[in-house]
T-cell receptor, first 114, second 112 residues
Framework: DVKVTQSSRYLVKRTGEKVFLECVQD?????MFWYRQDPGLGLRLIYFSYDVKMKEKGDIPEGYSVSREKKERFSLILESASTNQTSMYLCASSLYSGGNGELFFGEGSRLTVL | GENVEQHPSTLSVQEGDSAVIKCTYS??????FPWYKQELGKRPQLIID?????GEKKDQRIAVTLNKTAKHFSLHITETQPEDSAVYFCAVFLLGANNLFFGTGTRLTVIP
């Protein structure tokens, strides 16, 4: 079974804090993704990575950055958290580039920014 | 990008009835159409998918149909059970963008 693990299920941060969300997958997938999930908006792609040190912007990259130093790990960084970044963040990995095949999701990290 | 519209946003059915969720898309270059199910508090999981060279695909009680001409595809769940209650997301892969675009989700409630 593919396992995608997100380091924190729930976080509460203050405006202006730097936030790290970490994701690890154990299936040697080259492709990893960060999505944001908000009610009524579905899942929106923030960034994806198709190889170590490679990254591509998704639909809503503003206010976020990512890091992929190792194949199994993909981190989402909020340099200066704002209240409008309060959301559920989902990491995913896949054998397929861009999501052209099954995505395996983590359990999600619910971030609240006060 | 791709514009994916999903309807209805909520759907309640009696146990044993059928449920249908429909998604429309705008770009004819889209070629992969998965459906994900997300139970309350759980991660989204792929339940069925279809590629553009196929019109219909079935897996036990679930099926997906694709109409490329009209640019819409639908999820059909027959003989619904309470464990089918979840949020269902459609998605569309656009080859040119190398990106997957999700619909806004449908909350299905199956009433015992």
């Amino acid at each position: 079974d593919v396992k995608v693990t997100q380091s924190s299920r729930y976080l509460v941060k203050r405006t202006g804090e730097k936030v790290f969300l970490e994701c690890v997958q154990d299936m040697d997938h080259e492709n990893m993704f960060w999505y944001r999930q908000d009610p009524g908006l579905g899942l929106r792609l923030i960034y994806f990575s198709y190889d170590v040190k490679m990254k591509e912007k998704g639909d809503i990259p503003e206010g976020y950055s990512v890091s992929r130093e190792k194949k199994e790990r993909f981190s989402l960084i909020l340099e200066s958290a704002s209240t409008n970044q309060t959301s559920m963040y989902l990491c995913a990995s896949s054998l397929y580039s861009g999501g052209n095949g099954e995505l395996f999701f983590g359990e999600g990290s619910r971030l609240t920014v006060l | 990008g791709e514009n994916v519209e999903q309807h209805p946003s909520t759907l309640s059915v009696q146990e044993g009835d059928s449920a249908v969720i429909k998604c429309t898309y705008s770009d004819s270059a889209s070629n992969y159409f998965p459906w994900y199910k997300q139970e309350l508090g759980k991660r989204p999981q792929l339940i069925i998918d279809i590629r553009s060279n196929v019109g219909e695909k079935k897996d036990q009680r679930i099926a997906v149909t694709l109409n490329k001409t009209a640019k819409h595809f639908s999820l059909h769940i027959t003989e619904t059970q309470p464990e089918d209650s979840a949020v269902y997301f459609c998605a569309v892969f656009l080859l040119g963008a190398n990106n997957l675009f999700f619909g806004t989700g449908t909350r299905l409630t199956v009433i015992p």
